[in-house]
């Protein structure tokens, strides 16, 4: 079992940074995915970034070159550095951890089975 708390959310102005935190506790090891997911009101939720235990890392093409993921291994802490954040960008975010021995995370939330309670994330224009 992998317990997920994540922080870090608020509101900003558009252009504006934040830098979410996901501690995880339990059974972590470097063999956990971890990736960062959003929702907006009114729609799916989708992979924002997601990164395996050798700190190679994919992006949603909405984020690339704004959001940087990484984890701390030692710590057992995810991150997700948000930069030049857009209205769009508003969502509640998530963290979410499966134990995966893939080539590279995946991206379907389905296929994730640790999530935290999520974080709220407003720009406003």
């Known amino acids: 079992q992998v317990q997920l708390v994540e922080s870090g959310g608020g509101s900003v102005q558009a252009g504006g940074s934040l830098r979410l935190s996901c501690a995880a506790s339990?059974?972590?090891?470097?063999?956990?995915?971890m990736g960062w997911f959003r929702q907006a009101p009114g729609k799916e939720r989708e992979a924002v970034a997601r990164?395996?235990?050798?700190?190679?890392?994919r992006y949603a093409d909405s984020v690339k070159g704004r959001f940087t993921i990484s984890r701390d291994n030692a710590k057992n802490t995810l991150f997700l550095q948000m930069s030049s954040l857009k209205p769009e960008d508003t969502a509640m975010y998530y963290c979410?951890?499966?134990?995966?021995?893939?080539?590279?995370?995946?991206?379907?939330?389905?296929?994730?089975?640790?999530w935290g309670q999520g974080t709220q994330v407003t720009v406003s224009s």
């Open positions: 979410a951890a499966i134990e995966w021995f893939g080539l590279a995370c995946p991206s379907e939330a389905r296929m994730y089975n640790y």
């Open positions: 990164i395996m235990g050798d700190g190679s890392a």
């Open positions: 339990g059974d972590t090891d470097s063999r956990l995915c």
